[in-house]
C-alpha cells in the first residue's frame, strides 16, 4: 500500500494550467488523499467556482496517477473549508514573483459590506515583481484569469499581474 | 442566468478592463450556478445533472427572479443591475455559508468570497456613473427607475423557503432585505442618484411566469447542448 505522501509527491508533478511554474499541491487544493481498497480518491478544493482550469486538473490528476500504476483514480470536490490564497508557502509565493507575478499578501480580515462599497477605500501597494518597487497602482481587479488582477508599476513603467489574496 | 447575460459583454465592454471584469464576473456566477445546479440534482435524486437543469429546461421551469433575465442594455443597466444584485447575492451567501446543509454551506461560503469583490466592482461604477456625467448621471438614474419595480421578488418567499428557514437551511429574506435597503440607499445617494419610493413590484419567476425575454435568452443558451445531446466538449 502506498503512503499518502507518496500520492502527493506523484502529484505534485500535476502543474496549474495558467500557471506551470507552481503544481497543484503547492496551490493547496490538494485537501487528501484516501485510500478504499483498490481505489485512490483525491479531494480537491476549486480555487474559484467558475476557474476553468480545475477541468483540466481533474483530468490530468487521473492520467498522473493511472501513468504510474494506479488504475482506480476517483477525484472528489470538496468545498469546505473554501480554498484561500493563505494556503500558499512563502517558497511557493517567491516562485510566483520570480516568474512575473506579484504574489498574494495575507487575506484581510472580512470587510463589512459598508467597507467594500465605498470608492475611496484604501488600497495597498503591491509590490512590483520586476524592480522590487511599491509605488504601483491597481489598474483592475480582473486580470487574464480569475486569481490574478493588473497593476502598473510607475517605478520601471511595467504592467504586471498580481495573484489576488483571496 | 446573469452569467449569461454578463458573458453577452465579452468583446462589446466599453473599454478593455471592463470587457474583462465582466467576463471574470460571468465565469463566476456562470460556476456559482453549476454547483447550485449539481447540488439541486442530487437532493432530486432523478439523475439530471447540472446540463440538464441548465439546457433542457424549458423556460416555465426556471425559477430564477425576472431581473436577471432582462436584456444587458447598455453598460449602466447592467452596472445598476449588478449592483441591485451582488448586495443580494453578498448578503445571501453569507448567511447560506451557517445553512445546517454541508453542501449548500461549503458552495455558497466560496459565493460569498467571490461577491465581495462583485460588490466592490459594480458599486464603484454606479458612484462613478451616477456622480459623473450629466448623460451618465442620467442613464444611471433611469436604470434605477427602470429596474426598481424588479427588485421587491428577490426577497418574496414562499411556503418552501418559508420551511427551509425554519429548518436553518436556507436564509431570512425579510432581514437581507433590510439589509440590502440599507446598502443601496446609502451607495445611490452617495452617486447623487434618487432612490425610487417602492410601489407595486413585479414577480412570479419563481413560480415559472417570466417576461418574454427568458425565451429568446433560452434559444441562444441552450441551442448547442439541444443539436448535439450527450455531446462532451
Not at chain 2, 413560480?207 to 455531446?231: D, N
Request: hydrophobic fraction near 40%; include cysteine.
Amino acid at each position: 500500500m502506498p503512503t499518502k505522501e507518496a500520492i502527493l509527491e506523484i502529484l505534485a508533478q500535476v502543474k496549474d494550467p495558467e500557471l506551470p511554474v507552481i503544481d497543484i499541491v503547492e496551490l493547496g487544493i490538494v485537501r487528501d488523499v484516501v485510500f478504499e481498497g483498490e481505489q485512490v480518491r483525491v479531494d480537491v478544493t476549486p480555487t474559484y467556482s467558475g476557474c476553468p482550469a480545475m477541468e483540466v486538473i481533474e483530468r490530468e490528476i487521473v492520467e498522473t496517477l493511472e501513468s504510474h500504476g494506479f488504475a482506480d483514480v476517483t477525484v472528489r470536490s470538496v468545498f469546505n473549508p473554501a480554498w484561500t490564497t493563505d494556503w500558499i508557502s512563502a517558497e511557493t509565493k517567491e516562485k510566483l514573483r520570480e516568474y512575473g507575478i506579484a504574489p498574494p499578501g495575507a487575506v484581510a480580515r472580512s470587510e463589512s459590506a459598508e467597507d467594500l462599497v465605498t470608492i475611496r477605500r484604501a488600497r495597498s501597494a503591491i509590490e512590483c515583481p520586476y524592480c522590487g518597487s511599491s509605488d504601483t497602482e491597481e489598474k483592475s481587479e480582473f486580470g487574464s484569469t480569475a486569481c490574478k488582477a493588473i497593476h502598473f508599476c510607475r517605478s520601471c513603467r511595467q504592467p504586471f499581474d498580481y495573484f489576488k489574496s483571496f | 442566468m446573469l452569467g449569461h447575460r454578463l458573458s453577452e459583454w465579452c468583446g462589446h465592454g466599453p473599454i478593455l478592463e471592463e470587457d474583462i471584469a465582466l467576463a471574470n464576473v460571468s465565469l463566476d456566477l456562470i460556476g456559482q450556478a453549476t454547483l447550485y445546479l449539481h447540488l439541486a440534482g442530487e437532493v432530486e435524486a432523478k439523475g439530471r445533472n447540472e446540463d440538464a437543469l441548465a439546457y433542457f429546461r424549458e423556460a416555465v421551469e426556471f425559477r430564477n427572479v425576472q431581473m436577471v433575465e432582462l436584456p444587458k442594455g447598455d453598460f449602466a443597466f447592467t452596472i445598476v443591475r449588478q449592483f441591485f444584485f451582488d448586495v443580494y447575492n453578498y448578503h445571501l451567501s453569507e448567511q447560506l455559508a451557517k445553512s445546517s446543509s454541508v453542501e449548500l454551506a461549503g458552495i455558497a461560503a466560496k459565493g460569498y468570497k467571490e461577491a465581495r469583490y462583485h460588490l466592490r466592482h459594480s458599486s464603484e461604477w454606479v458612484q462613478r456613473l451616477g456622480d459623473g456625467t450629466e448623460e451618465s448621471h442620467a442613464r444611471a438614474q433611469k436604470a434605477v427607475n427602470d429596474l426598481w419595480r424588479f427588485t421587491g421578488e428577490m426577497f418574496m418567499s414562499d411556503e418552501v423557503d418559508q420551511r427551509l428557514k425554519t429548518g436553518g437551511i436556507g436564509a431570512d429574506l425579510d432581514a437581507i432585505r433590510q439589509k440590502w435597503s440599507a446598502i443601496v440607499g446609502d451607495v445611490l445617494t452617495r452617486a447623487t442618484l434618487s432612490v425610487p419610493t417602492d410601489t407595486f413590484m413585479l414577480a412570479g419567476g419563481r413560480q415559472g411566469r417570466h417576461t418574454e425575454y427568458l425565451g429568446h435568452m433560452l434559444s441562444e443558451m441552450q441551442i448547442v447542448a439541444r443539436s448535439h445531446p450527450g455531446a462532451e466538449w
